[in-house]
C-alpha cells in the first residue's frame, strides 16, 4: 500500500515541476524542455544558419534612436462637456483625468489660451490645433487641443494627448 502511494506521490511531484520549471527556471529567449519530446531523436538534423558577409555595413543605435516615440491614443472629444460648461472669466478646468488637468483661460467671453498640468501641478505643454478629418464621404474642420506629457528620467516626450474641442474655443493665431 506504500509503494502505491509513494508512486503516486512522485508522480503528482513530478507533474509539478513540469508545470511549474518553465514559469521560474526557464530562460525568456528559449520555450520550456518537454522531456518527452527531447528523448527521441529527430529524422533530420537542423542544418545550423549561415551569415552571408553584407556589404553595407549594420547600423549601430545611437541614444537618439533609442528613444521612445510619443504614444498617441484617441483623442478625447470634450465638445459636448463644453457646451454644457459656463465659461468664466479667467481659468476655468475643462479636462481632469489621465494624469492631466487641462484648462482654458478666457477673457471677454472667448477662450485666449489653452494650458495644462500634470498631478503634481507642474506646467505641460499645450498646442491648439486645426485637424482635417474625411466623415461622410467629405473633408470637415476639427479642433484639437494637444498636451505632452514627459519622460521625468530621459526628459523625452512620454505621450501626447489630444482633446476635441469646438472651434470657435479655439484661441486666435499669435
Known sequence: ?????SKAFGMF???LIIIIAPVYGAPK???????????????????APTTKPSATPK????PKSKQMKPTKPKPIDLRQTMK??????????????????????????????WSATDD?????????VQVAAEEGGGTI?????????????????????CYYIDCKNLPPAK
Do not use: W
Open 13 to 15: 511531484v513530478a507533474g
Open 141 to 161: 474642420q476639427l479642433c484639437q487641443v494637444c498636451v505632452q506629457t514627459l519622460d521625468p528620467e530621459t526628459n523625452t516626450i512620454k505621450t501626447n494627448f
Open 1 to 5: 500500500m506504500r509503494t502505491h502511494y
Open 120 to 128: 503634481k501641478g507642474k506646467p505641460l505643454a499645450t498646442k491648439p
Open 84 to 113: 454644457q460648461m459656463n465659461l468664466k472669466e479667467g481659468r476655468n478646468t475643462v479636462y481632469n483625468g489621465g494624469g492631466v488637468k487641462l484648462m482654458a483661460d478666457v477673457k471677454g467671453g472667448k477662450v485666449i489660451r
Open 59 to 62: 547600423k549601430v543605435e545611437s
Open 29 to 47: 529567449d528559449k520555450a520550456p524542455v518537454n522531456p518527452a519530446k527531447s528523448a527521441e531523436p529527430t529524422s533530420k538534423p537542423t542544418p
